[in-house]
Nanobody, 115 residues
């Protein structure tokens, strides 16, 4: 079992920055890649960023150059630094990991970007 808790969401003006954090607890030794997803109202949940245990990262095209995913040294936390935020970044952001075959999700944190 893995428990994920996100924090750091909020309201920000377009062009601003926010930093999201996710803390993992439980059987964290089984965790490989960790991900940030987001879901805007009326839209499907989409993958935003991924980081592997080796530190490799991958980003959705829509956030490349603006968002950075980092993993803490202990491997129990991941952050998402979001810069140059746009109104279309408004969504609930979720921390996620897959320990086959079980998906684990955090409760989500709201990010709202005003124009």
């Amino acid at each position: 079992q893995v428990h994920l808790v996100e924090s750091g969401g909020g309201l920000v003006q377009a062009g601003g920055s926010l930093r999201l954090s996710c803390v993992a607890s439980g059987t964290i030794g089984s965790i490989s890649a960790m991900n940030w997803y987001r879901q805007a109202p009326g839209k499907q949940r989409e993958l935003v960023a991924t980081i592997t245990t080796g530190g490799s990262t991958n980003y959705a095209d829509s956030v490349k150059g603006r968002f950075t995913i980092n993993r803490g040294n202990a491997g129990t936390t991941i952050d998402l630094q979001m810069n140059s935020l746009k109104p279309e970044d408004t969504a609930v952001y979720y921390c996620h990991t897959l320990i086959w075959p079980q998906n684990y999700w955090g409760q989500g944190t709201q990010v709202t970007v005003s124009s």
